[in-house]
């Protein structure tokens, strides 16, 4: 885990790891091929973020179109260091890469399943829509990038969500970040030893704050697997509409996996009364886990969220989240003490 305030990253053997530079970033195979540029539509971040201050300067026409072609404020500053350089011409050479194996053929369907599968109730990402492809080519740049991984299910929502406030090769960027920088890579290896790890931290997690709710998973043998999978694999993007989603990434930007582990934790607490008065396994995971992801089921479970007369939000929710109160230099330290190939926990000092 690298991304902890304050804390040094260490190896599994107890060694200090340097973490990546972007200027150590390449593609984790070599390209067949000569650079030659394709050319290729734009594509516009469509977020609001820098809306009012665009409305500021509206008279100057040409910021106000150029403010468009850019990263938007809010991710503007972890773009500029995770871009390596030759940032662009790197990304061009990875749309252009010929990998001809059978993994990569298998990656390029599933992109193409999972393209109408990504907000469909989201216009930009329609059918022949600019938006879907675009995100066509940034997973399939990623597929070639670590083509030892491919593309997994679960990153279109991430990929989409990036591309909804930056341009397509800092999206790009953006997502290698989270996928080396951020320890995102580990939940979609074999075996999965990332999401083992996060479900094993939700469950001490819930121990502490939420033992009535741990006692119910137990009873009914729920593991936490049985919800937290969509939520890692897509950073809640499957649960999360798209408009909020940057407010999701710019806080897991700045406080790393501690504050996934927040949004958790107030989800559960705020749906626990719910659960318990369940008494069917079916009843307590239809509460977590939405039957499909559209934007009507989406406002649903966020309305099972609320308390009395409230009317929340998902940047409600992410504020609350953020002022959480968790033992985070414990959560760290098991970030630091967990064994990715024994799936346990080291010791802890």
């Given at each position: 885990?690298?991304?902890f305030k304050g804390m040094e990253e260490t190896s599994t053997n107890g060694s200090e790891?340097?973490?990546?530079?972007?200027?150590?970033?390449?593609?984790?195979?070599?390209?067949?091929?000569?650079?030659?540029?394709?050319?290729?539509?734009?594509?516009?971040?469509?977020?609001?973020?820098?809306?009012?201050?665009?409305?500021?300067?509206?008279?100057?026409?040409?910021?106000?179109?150029?403010?468009?072609?850019?990263?938007?404020?809010?991710?503007?500053?972890?773009?500029?260091?995770?871009?390596?350089?030759?940032?662009?011409?790197?990304?061009?050479?990875?749309?252009?890469?010929?990998?001809?194996?059978?993994?990569?053929?298998?990656?390029?369907?599933?992109?193409?399943?999972?393209?109408?599968?990504?907000?469909?109730?989201?216009?930009?990402?329609?059918?022949?829509?600019?938006?879907?492809?675009?995100?066509?080519?940034?997973?399939?740049?990623?597929?070639?990038?670590?083509?030892?991984?491919?593309?997994?299910?679960?990153?279109?929502?991430?990929?989409?969500?990036?591309?909804?406030?930056?341009?397509?090769?800092?999206?790009?960027?953006?997502?290698?970040?989270?996928?080396?920088?951020?320890?995102?890579?580990?939940?979609?290896?074999?075996c999965l030893p990332g999401l083992t790890k996060h479900c094993q931290i939700v469950n001490?997690?819930?121990?502490?704050?939420?033992?009535?709710?741990?006692?119910?998973?137990?009873?009914?043998?729920?593991?936490?697997?049985?919800?937290?999978?969509?939520?890692?694999?897509?950073?809640?993007?499957?649960?999360?509409?798209?408009?909020?989603?940057?407010?999701?990434?710019?806080?897991?930007?700045?406080?790393?996996?501690?504050?996934?582990?927040?949004?958790?934790?107030?989800?559960?607490?705020?749906?626990?009364?719910?659960?318990?008065?369940?008494?069917?396994?079916?009843?307590?995971?239809?509460?977590?886990?939405?039957?499909?992801?559209?934007?009507?089921?989406?406002?649903?479970?966020?309305?099972?969220?609320?308390?009395?007369?409230?009317?929340?939000?998902?940047?409600?929710?992410?504020?609350?989240?953020?002022?959480?109160?968790?033992?985070?230099?414990?959560?760290?330290?098991?970030?630091?003490?967990?064994?990715?190939?024994?799936?346990?926990?080291?010791?802890?000092?």
């Amino acid at each position: 885990m690298k991304h902890f305030k304050g804390m040094e990253e260490t190896s599994t053997n107890g060694s200090e790891t340097p973490p990546p530079s972007p200027t150590s970033r390449r593609p984790k195979h070599p390209l067949s091929h000569s650079l030659s540029l394709r050319p290729r539509r734009q594509h516009f971040p469509q977020c609001d973020c820098d809306r009012s201050l665009r409305g500021l300067v509206k008279t100057f026409s040409f910021w106000s179109q150029a403010s468009r072609t850019v990263t938007c404020s809010r991710f503007r500053r972890v773009v500029a260091g995770a871009l390596p350089p030759r940032a662009e011409e790197t990304y061009n050479s990875l749309l252009l890469a010929t990998v001809e194996t059978k993994d990569h053929r298998d990656n390029l369907h599933q992109i193409e399943l999972d393209l109408s599968r990504t907000y469909p109730d989201e216009p930009y990402f329609e059918t022949a829509g600019e938006g879907r492809r675009v995100l066509k080519r940034l997973l399939t740049a990623f597929s070639n990038y670590d083509p030892g991984m491919g593309y997994v299910q679960g990153m279109n929502f991430i990929a989409a969500a990036l591309l909804w406030h930056a341009t397509e090769v800092d999206s790009f960027w953006l997502l290698v970040h989270l996928m080396e920088d951020y320890d995102l890579r580990d939940n979609y290896g074999p075996c999965l030893p990332g999401l083992t790890k996060h479900c094993q931290i939700v469950n001490l997690i819930l121990i502490e704050h939420l033992p009535r709710l741990h006692l119910l998973f137990c009873t009914h043998r729920i593991s936490c697997e049985l919800f937290i999978t969509d939520w890692c694999f897509t950073m809640f993007g499957s649960l999360v509409p798209l408009q909020d989603m940057g407010e999701f990434l710019s806080q897991f930007l700045a406080q790393g996996w501690a504050f996934f582990y927040k949004v958790v934790l107030v989800i559960l607490s705020r749906l626990q009364s719910r659960l318990l008065q369940s008494t069917d396994v079916s009843d307590i995971l239809s509460s977590l886990r939405p039957p499909n992801k559209s934007q009507r089921h989406w406002r649903e479970f966020v309305s099972h969220l609320e308390h009395g007369r409230e009317s929340l939000s998902w940047g409600r929710l992410f504020r609350e989240a953020d002022g959480m109160a968790i033992d985070e230099d414990y959560i760290h330290k098991l970030h630091f003490g967990f064994r990715l190939d024994t799936s346990r926990f080291g010791q802890l000092e």
